[in-house]
């Protein structure tokens, strides 16, 4: 009887640590966010955590924009994959596909910018090519 306790303590813990890594998206620091993307590209890899993604996909597709938009290479590529992990966990239903669409423009832009890193855009492309065969509604 003791061990739910501790594993919903466990829980708490890791959704705590979880939206703490989605604040820290927003940082001033680069280099705080490249952390927080790679933590977060862990935990969507390793664990299903879609019903506590629901709730805030939202605020996580504003995130990862602002890092696709501002960041620089290293941030792009990772923000791709992270994506591209919450397309996974969201799913093909309406949440899923309100994710990819909301961010579909962004992707499209940075793989087609000349300037981005080779890696930023081949992560920008993976994300598109995921998501769209994951999520789009619209065959096209």
Known sequence: GSEAPAEQGQEEEAEDRLKEHMDNLLDKSAKTRQVALQSLRLAFSS???????????LTLTDSLEKCLKKGKGEEQALAGTVLT????????????EEVFR???PLLIS??????ASPSARQSCATALGMCCYIAAADLE
């Not at 664990?47 to 996909?57: C, H």
Request: charged share 25%; with cysteine; net charge neutral.
């Open 85 to 96: 992990l919450l397309c996974l966990q969201m799913g093909s239903g309406p949440e899923g």
């Open 110 to 115: 940075v793989l087609t910018d000349s300037t």
């Open 102 to 104: 909301s961010l579909k």
């Open 47 to 57: 664990k299903t955590l879609s019903e506590f993604l629901l709730e805030r996909r």
